[in-house]
């Protein structure tokens, strides 16, 4: 059966009149600039509680949930509902945020600054108890997960921002790119090139491999089964195929875009591509690039 991939990479949870328009929207931007789908809901919907089939499809696709919690967000019913749902996608990976709130106020908060809210969720008789205390629970979980936190008056946002990508970057599930559907002899060629080459050069600060052979021999199977299957361990990957038909400014511009998120960014000539890639690389850990010929 052909594998289905998900509808988004990434959905981010988080109450609009806090953050959509500061933190929420430099996240889903600076995300999409890897080429990853990530969902952010246009507006804030303010009637009803239950959540549409596009909100459940966004979370329950998504490999990476980001949860930001802000001082006001547990007023939204719509946002622990969302919570509720991304807790039960036990496959997805959830990143909570702590936007100016401790981990400890979700587990207190019949004290804490989300005291006042709760009470109101309560006494206005429009939730049922039993569903403000599957919130209470669900805030209870999500405090014992290890997430990243943001002070408005100490933290510098730009620096925070890398810090989200790379967390995310980390975590999220790719589509494989294809290799042929019968490969023959794939696994064996892919553990005697582990085995004979990359074990033996694991050790050093920048490892340099080439594949040859004849047109047709497998290469490009090869090198894209290694690339599908060793990505993951590393910080950032690139992957170009045809690279004979490019120039060098195009190979260049990819790099960026693909590493470091330089989509739009135009490369005037090679020595600056050089120059930018040199630069922005600098220090950079445990970078996967691959050529292909095609």
């Known amino acids: 059966m052909e594998e289905v991939f998900p509808s988004f990479h990434i959905f981010i949870n988080h109450r609009g009149p806090d953050v959509k328009k500061t933190l929420a929207s430099l996240i889903h931007r600076d995300l999409n600039k890897f080429g ?19 909100i459940t499809e966004a979370i329950t696709s998504a490999s990476v949930n980001i949860a930001i919690f802000s001082p006001r967000y547990v007023e939204s019913a719509w946002c622990l509902n969302e919570l509720l ?23 207190h908060i019949d004290n804490g600054p989300y005291a006042a809210a709760f009470r109101k969720h309560r006494e206005n008789g429009r939730v049922e108890i039993s569903v403000v205390e ?16 943001f002070r408005k008056d100490n933290d510098d946002l730009g620096e925070f921002l890398d ?5 995310v970057l980390k975590e999220v599930k790719l589509e494989p790119l294809d290799v042929v559907v019968y490969p023959v002899g794939l696994s064996q060629a892919a553990e005697h090139f582990h085995n004979e080459v990359l074990k033996h050069t694991e050790s050093s600060d920048v490892i340099t491999v080439g594949i040859v052979g004849l047109e047709g021999s497998g290469k490009s ?24 038909k490019r ?9 960026l875009a693909d590493l470091l998120g330089y989509g739009k960014l ?23 690039i691959v050529f292909d010929d095609g």
């Not at 996608?89 to 979700?106: E, M, N, R, T, V």
């Not at 599957?134 to 936190?149: C, P, Q, R």
């Not at 810090?163 to 967390?167: G, K, L, P």
């Not at 090869?222 to 990957?237: A, C, D, I, P, Q």
């Open 247 to 255: 120039d060098l400014a195009s190979l260049q511009q990819t790099l």
């Open 266 to 288: 135009h490369i005037e000539n090679t020595r600056q591509g050089r120059s930018l890639l040199r630069e922005s690389l600098r220090g950079f850990p445990r970078v996967l």
């Open 134 to 149: 599957k919130w209470v629970n669900a805030l209870d979980k999500v405090a014992e997960i290890s997430g990243l936190e």
């Open 36 to 54: 990853l789908r990530v969902f952010l809901d246009k507006q804030e919907l303010q009637m009803g509680y239950l959540l549409t089939p596009t």
């Open 85 to 107: 749902c991304m807790l039960d996608c036990h496959g997805a990976k959830i990143i909570p945020i702590f936007y100016d709130i401790q981990p400890s106020h979700l587990r």
């Open 221 to 244: 199977t090869l090198v894209t089964h290694l690339y599908n299957s060793k990505r993951s361990e590393f910080k950032r990957s690139c992957f170009i195929s045809d690279v004979r």
């Open 163 to 167: 810090i989200v990508v790379d967390v």
